[in-house]
T-cell receptor, first 113, second 111 residues
Framework: GAGVSQTPSNKVTEKGKYVELRCDPI?????LYWYRQSLGQGPEFLIY????????DSGLPNDRFFAVRPEGSVSTLKIQRTERGDSAVYLC???????????FGEGSRLTVL | DAKTTQPTSMDCAEGRAANLPCNHS???????VYWYRQIHSQGPQYIIH???NNETNEMASLIITEDRKSSTLILPHATLRDTAVYYC????????????FGKGTRLSVIA
């Protein structure tokens, strides 16, 4: 697959549980972005990585949210003690860097019951 | 916060040109104008971007006013598959600054 891959595509969990969402970027893309999108809203920026390091995590809503990209490729978004308000589609995008386009995955839909 | 203003929704007849406006009156000299669209249940898809000259690709044309305070995305022959939410975004051309999305324009192409 040449595109950005996100797993799982759907995740249903209970309030208080821990969740991990995975993103496989396009091979060779150095920049990786996480967004979340609630119904009827545009995507909201969470965090972006340049290589292995988080270059900007200003969009993470609180310390329950954390993301890693240990080898500069795959990234995992981790959400602790999930709340019903965390229900959304979580989008990942990658880019070769610079002013070029971002390539988005299809998203992971998280539902917290 | 998004630095752009777009109409909430628009309709367009199939086969006609769809002209989607965007206001970005506070755009800085180092910022590009980007357009993305999001078809239902999919991730956003890049359409086109430009700095100050008009741009055209296989998907659309981008017309930027001379003062750069507004732009128009043109889909020359809209089809039903062009029904989507269209986002106009301004973004610095240096580095990897994240895209900041607003609510976009919901375009409905009608048969």
């Amino acid at each position: 697959g040449a595109g950005v891959s996100q797993t799982p595509s759907n995740k249903v969990t209970e309030k208080g549980k821990y969740v991990e969402l995975r993103c496989d970027p396009i091979s060779g893309h150095t920049a990786l972005y996480w967004y979340r999108q609630s119904l009827g809203q545009g995507p909201e920026f969470l965090i972006y990585f340049q290589g292995t390091g988080a270059a900007d995590d200003s969009g993470l809503p609180n310390d329950r949210f954390f993301a890693v990209r240990p080898e500069g490729s795959v990234s995992t978004l981790k959400i602790q003690r999930t709340e019903r308000g965390d229900s959304a589609v979580y989008l990942c995008a990658s880019s070769p860097g610079g002013p070029g386009e971002l390539f988005f995955g299809e998203g992971s839909r998280l539902t917290v019951l | 916060d998004a630095k752009t203003t777009q109409p909430t929704s628009m309709d367009c007849a199939e086969g006609r040109a769809a002209n989607l406006p965007c206001n970005h009156s506070t755009i800085s000299g180092n910022e590009y104008v980007y357009w993305y669209r999001q078809i239902h249940s999919q991730g956003p898809q890049y359409i086109i971007h430009g700095l100050k000259n008009n741009e055209t690709n296989e998907m659309a044309s981008l017309i930027i006013t001379e003062d750069r305070k507004s732009s128009t995305l043109i889909l020359p022959h809209a089809t039903l598959r062009d029904t989507a939410v269209y986002y106009c975004i301004v973004r610095p051309f240096s580095g990897n600054t994240p895209l900041v999305f607003g609510k976009g324009t919901r375009l409905s192409v009608i048969a």
